[in-house]
């Protein structure tokens, strides 16, 4: 399963590595379509990974994790929502804090969960999630030096 985790967390390491190599080795048009594609992979892992939860809930009849599952869901969704929402627009690196707000919330909903899950799984997505998270930094970083936020 760790080997699984770490190809399901090389787009987001790949995502960083390109923002921080443009303009040099990237092009910058490339680059921000790279970002893009990061913040859309981010979005879907975040559904699934609060399906993979709420699964595990219920198995402990448990409403609140599909509830949160649920709510996890929208917010991903909502980050991931080009153009934002009617006339209200989010710019990319408020879309990634939301990203990264949720993937916190359901590993800590997750690590909760405890028994509803097998006993490799809390080490396993406590790792992932902070090199997701820290991959995500990195590419609203990189935004922001350019201005491109």
Same mark, same amino acid.
């Not at 991903?76 to 879309?95: D, E, H, K």
């Not at 097998?118 to 970083?141: D, H, K, V």
């Given at each position: !399963?760790?080997?699984? =985790?770490?190809? =399901?967390?090389?787009?987001?390491? %790949?995502?960083?590595?390109? !923002?921080?190599?443009?303009? @040099?080795?990237?092009?910058?048009?490339?680059?921000?379509?790279?970002?893009?594609?990061?913040?859309?992979?981010? =979005?879907?892992?975040? &559904?699934?990974?609060?399906?993979?939860?709420? =699964?595990?809930?219920?198995?402990?009849?448990?409403?609140?994790?599909?509830?949160?599952?649920?709510?996890?869901?929208?917010?991903?969704?909502?980050?991931?929502?080009?153009?934002? %929402?009617?006339?209200?627009?989010?710019?990319?690196?408020?879309?990634?804090?939301?990203?990264?707000?949720?993937?916190?919330?359901?590993?800590?909903?997750?690590?909760?969960?405890?028994?509803?899950?097998?006993?490799?799984?809390?080490? @396993?997505?406590?790792?992932?999630? %902070?090199? &997701?998270?820290?991959?995500?930094?990195?590419?609203?970083?990189?935004?922001?030096?350019?201005?491109?936020?």
């Amino acid at each position: !399963m760790t080997r699984l =985790g770490f190809f =399901g967390l090389a787009p987001f390491v %790949f995502g960083a590595a390109v !923002m921080w190599t443009s303009p @040099l080795i990237v092009p910058q048009w490339a680059a921000l379509n790279i970002h893009t594609l990061v913040l859309s992979y981010g =979005g879907i892992v975040a &559904a699934y990974m609060a399906g993979a939860g709420a =699964g595990a809930g219920l198995k402990s009849h448990s409403p609140a994790s599909l509830q949160g599952g649920v709510i996890a869901t929208l917010a991903a969704w909502f980050a991931i929502w080009p153009g934002g %929402f009617l006339t209200f627009s989010v710019p990319s690196v408020q879309r990634y804090l939301i990203l990264i707000a949720v993937y916190v919330w359901i590993l800590l909903r997750d690590l909760r969960a405890g028994g509803d899950f097998p006993s490799w799984y809390g080490a @396993l997505r406590t790792r992932l999630t %902070f090199w &997701a998270c820290i991959s995500l930094i990195l590419i609203m970083a990189r935004l922001l030096s350019w201005h491109n936020y």
